[in-house]
């Protein structure tokens, strides 16, 4: 009974420690590159013991890689599933990261946290990815849903448009100032009479925000009365508000470059790649503290151990976060060879849950691993998140040829369908594009 008591003891012990380690590691793994250096930066100004011997010095996958093989992928002749460069519709439709984001939280980086606590699917998740980032430097959406992406449902796009017009800052994602002020003022509990009523009909009336220019303007172009009294109410009122709710965000920080954590080579159909040193830091216990300690009396030993602890435990806690990510990193480089080698129109389903279930981690950690992350290739600067997509039947893994192949038999059945209906019978078919694409492959099969 003794041996069974210290066994239990034992386990209990390990229990604690890796706890510990868990606890710190969820909050290493939202970092981004930016913020993790911050981190380790007050981390070393704070504890002595512990030291950068070269922050350009991270890991590398040039080399085999014990967590997950070979990096130097792929060098086979064929394109996967048939598919070669000429299916691959690059640039437009990939989601390229601007390079002008500041330093600190963005607001996008503000969206997207917001998102992230949104019960979504994997679909609806990544078109609220693509809403964010279409949007300009006001916080505005000026572009349609086809402009976006046309392959995703009007269904999906209003539910989560809907679900991002509601973030904070108030107005985020409206066509215009207009919109976002009438949005706002229809958050108010009472706002001033007239308020929403000359915001929508007579927005031209507020050019000259004074309470006698907006009596008279109101009702010399537009016979519309208000009192003086009224009118400051009204201007109080929308003067209140944010008509650019994206307009200025972290403006008092100087820009940054945001930095890839991952960079992918391609070269024929071989690639590699190669992880970001800033994202990946190399550190170590201090040597020089540690000689200290071996000096110190007995009345700092306490003191110098202390610090070496913490410096360990920190150590360990970054290495554990740089592996958690290694392995996620490659795990999406794997899955996903054909968009890196051909470009979007290649990009395969994939879940968090998938790449959860395969690595041994939890959903949650995935998910907070790939955020704020970003990968760098051919295509442009793209984040992490972009990789994870349900597929809808096969889409993802038809090529353009195939699916005009598949309009062409529709059409042999009946060249009289409309570009509607042959989208709805590709629908049935588990193949989800928009009438307009139809109509395009239809032209030119038309002019074949």
């Known amino acids: ?8 003891a034992q386990v209990q012990s390990q229990k604690q420690v890796l706890s510990a380690q868990m606890q710190q590691l969820i909050k290493l793994l939202p970092l981004s590159a930016t913020e993790l250096q911050s981190c380790i930066q007050q981390e070393v100004e704070e504890n002595p013991a512990l030291e950068i011997p070269d922050f350009g010095s991270g890991l590398t996958l040039d080399e085999p890689s014990a967590l997950s093989g070979d990096s130097d992928f792929w060098e086979d002749d064929s394109p996967p599933s048939g598919k070669g460069s000429s299916d691959s519709e690059i640039s437009s439709d990939v989601y390229i990261d601007p390079r002008s984001t500041k330093v600190g939280k963005t607001l996008k980086q503000y969206l997207r946290e917001q998102l992230d606590v949104e019960n979504l699917s994997d679909e609806e998740k990544l078109c609220g990815e693509e809403i964010i980032q279409a949007l300009d430097e006001n916080g505005f959406l000026k572009i349609s849903r086809n402009e ?14 809907k679900i991002i017009r509601d973030f904070d800052p108030p107005g985020i994602a409206q066509k215009d100032s207009k919109s976002a002020l009438l949005f706002q003022i229809s958050r108010l509990d009472s706002p001033p009479p007239h308020t929403m009523e000359i915001v929508e009909n007579y927005f031209d009336a507020l050019r000259k925000p004074t309470p006698e220019n907006l009596v008279n303007n109101l009702k010399k172009n537009y016979s519309y009365k208000i009192t003086i009294p009224e009118a400051e109410k009204v201007l ?8 650019l709710p994206g307009s200025g965000w972290s403006g008092k920080n100087p820009p940054q470059y945001v930095i890839p954590d991952v960079k992918i080579h391609v070269s024929g159909n071989r690639i590699r790649t190669e992880l970001v040193p800033e994202s990946f830091p190399v550190l170590k216990t201090s040597p020089d503290f540690k000689k200290e300690a071996e000096k110190a009396g007995e009345k700092d030993r306490g003191f110098f151990s202390e610090k070496i602890s913490q410096a360990e435990l920190f150590i360990q806690r970054i290495n554990l976060r740089n592996e958690t990510l290694e392995k996620v990193i490659n795990y999406i480089v794997l899955h996903q060879k054909a968009f890196f080698l051909f470009g979007s129109g290649n990009l395969k389903p994939l879940s968090m849950g998938q790449v959860a279930k395969d690595l041994g981690f939890s959903e949650s950690t995935i998910s907070r691993t790939v955020s704020s992350k970003y990968l760098e290739c051919d295509w442009g600067i793209i984040p992490l998140r972009f990789f994870f997509t349900n597929g809808v039947g096969e889409t993802k893994n038809l090529s353009s040829e ?17 570009d509607e209906k042959i989208r709805g019978k590709l629908e049935e078919q588990g193949i989800s594009i928009s009438r307009r694409t139809v109509a395009k492959y239809r032209k030119e099969l038309q002019d074949r």
């Open 402 to 418: 195939m699916i005009k192949g598949k309009i062409a038999l529709i059409m042999k059945e009946s060249e009289k369908l409309t």
């Open 236 to 243: 109080e009122c929308v003067l209140s508000l944010n008509p």
């Open 148 to 161: 976006i992406n046309p392959g995703i449902s009007f269904e999906v796009y209003n539910k989560v448009l």
């Open 1 to 8: 009974m003794q041996g069974f008591k210290l066994n239990t």
